[in-house]
């Protein structure tokens, strides 16, 4: 069992910057791939970014790759999301997710979430 509590979340300004934490319970952290979503408002949960627990390889959607960065530290069982260049349409909350598989983008691959964590931008 996995448990996920997600912070860093906020109101921002539009081009501004937040990082978002994801701090994991239990020993086996470092076997888990992470994984972040995105909720907004009327729409389906999507896919933000994994990073892979045998290499660190990382995976982003496309209409992201350059403003965000994900990234873990598996001593301190947390996982992150630096984000920059904020747009008004980055607007959701936030969760972050744990897969046993060596690689998740979809959110059936996942095992556990957090309860998520919302992000404004302001324009």
């Known amino acids: 069992q996995v448990q996920l509590v997600e912070s860093g979340g906020g109101l921002v300004q539009a081009g501004g910057s937040l990082r978002l934490s994801c701090a994991a319970s239990g020993r086996t952290f470092s076997r888990y791939s992470m994984g972040w979503f995105r909720q907004a408002p009327g729409k389906e949960r999507e896919f933000v970014a994994t990073?892979?627990?045998?290499?660190?390889?990382?995976y982003y959607a496309d209409s992201l790759k350059g403003r965000f960065t994900i990234s873990r530290d598996n001593a301190k069982n947390t996982v992150y999301l630096q984000m920059g260049s904020l747009k008004p349409e980055d607007t959701a909350v936030y969760y972050c997710?744990?897969?046993?598989?060596?690689?998740?983008?979809?959110?059936?691959?996942?095992?556990?979430w957090g309860q998520g964590t919302q992000v404004t931008v302001s324009s």
């Open positions: 990073i892979s627990w045998r290499d660190d390889s990382t």
């Open positions: 997710a744990a897969s046993i598989g060596v690689f998740a983008n979809v959110n059936y691959e996942y095992d556990y």
